[in-house]
């Protein structure tokens, strides 16, 4: 088998720095090339140990994640769901036997909702939630604000509609 030229050119020991850090490069710039370093790597013919211990370790990890149908194999960090969708789902699972229903509007829509300093989503939004008081905040696209405290009962059903006011001034006037 006739060796890469890039291989042959190099010393021994510039291969055994060089080639490691920079195989990915080869790999990914010129694939034809790739293959033929990586049929060097494997018969360890000019290329060092390393290099080829690196190359099978990485074939390995890719056929691990593919093994698993609903994991991307792009994808190195475990996906985590929303803050808001963490929350909410607190809430619920709180709720106990009789929850409160809380309806929560807001003029204009599409605002973000927080009950006790937590969000837990976008407006319109209807909360099942365990009986109690809670602090809800209303925060628009556009700075505009709106709070209520809420007290619901058991088994209580509340529509709260909320409209939202600028916190800051729009314009200033000069004299």
């Not at 209303?138 to 509609?161: F, I, K, N």
Request: proline share 9%; hydrophobic share 45%.
């Amino acid at each position: 088998m006739a060796k890469p030229d890039a291989i042959k050119l190099l010393p021994a020991p510039l291969t055994q720095a060089f080639l490691p850090s920079c195989l990915w490069f080869f790999l990914i710039a010129n694939p034809a090339y790739g293959q033929q370093v990586a049929k060097a790597a494997a018969g360890a013919d000019s290329v060092s140990a390393t290099t080829a211990s690196s190359l099978k370790s990485a074939v390995v990890a890719a056929e691990q994640t593919a093994e698993d149908k609903n994991k991307s194999p792009h994808l190195l960090v475990a996906t985590v769901p929303r803050p808001e969708f963490a929350n909410r789902r607190t809430l619920e699972q709180n709720a106990g036997k009789h929850p409160a229903k809380l309806l929560i509007r807001s003029t204009p829509s599409a605002a973000q909702l927080w009950v006790n300093g937590m969000v837990v989503g976008t407006t319109p939004l209807l909360l099942m939630v365990a009986p109690g008081e809670y602090r809800t905040e209303l925060r628009g696209q556009r700075m505009e604000y709106a709070e209520r405290w809420v007290d619901l009962l058991p088994d209580e059903t509340r529509t709260v509609t909320l409209p939202l006011s600028a916190r800051y001034p729009t314009h200033a006037t000069m004299h």
